[in-house]
Nanobody, 124 residues
Framework: QVQVVESGGGLVQAEGSLRLSCAAS????????MGWFRQAPGSEREFVAT????????TYADSVKGRFTISRDNAKKMVYLQMNSLKREDTAVYYC?????????????????WGQGTQVTVSS
């Protein structure tokens, strides 16, 4: 059974940094497009970032561009989200997701496997 597990969330002050990690239990990790989404209380789940199978292509939401960096290590079956210059509005549950078909996507419905989420809280 495929599992996607996030870690690294927590409480951080505004302008601080956090690094989220996501581990996938699958032999075909290198064939997956990976993405990060987030959901704040009372809001819909929104796209944050995505990375191609090889890691050479990435796309970011405008709200995090220049502050967040997505990366992956196919040998370790890991994907990361480095979050810098955090703002209060970044507070949310962050989800790692796997897309088994080819190509980047900003749409949550295109992703097949999801983690349970990790809470990120940014205080002022």
């Amino acid at each position: 059974q495929v599992q996607v597990v996030e870690s690294g969330g927590g409480l951080v002050q505004a302008e601080g940094s956090l690094r989220l990690s996501c581990a996938a239990s699958t032999l075909t990790f290198s064939l997956w497009t990976m993405g990060w989404f987030r959901q704040a209380p009372g809001s819909e789940r929104e796209f944050v970032a995505t990375i191609s199978r090889s890691g050479d292509s990435t796309t970011y939401a405008d709200s995090v561009k220049g502050r967040f960096t997505i990366s992956r290590d196919n040998a370790k079956k890991m994907v990361y989200l480095q979050m810098n210059s955090l703002k209060r509005e970044d507070t949310a549950v962050y989800y790692c997701a796997a897309k088994t078909s080819l190509g980047l996507s900003l749409a949550a419905q295109d992703y097949t496997y999801w983690g349970q989420g990790t809470q990120v809280t940014v205080s002022s």
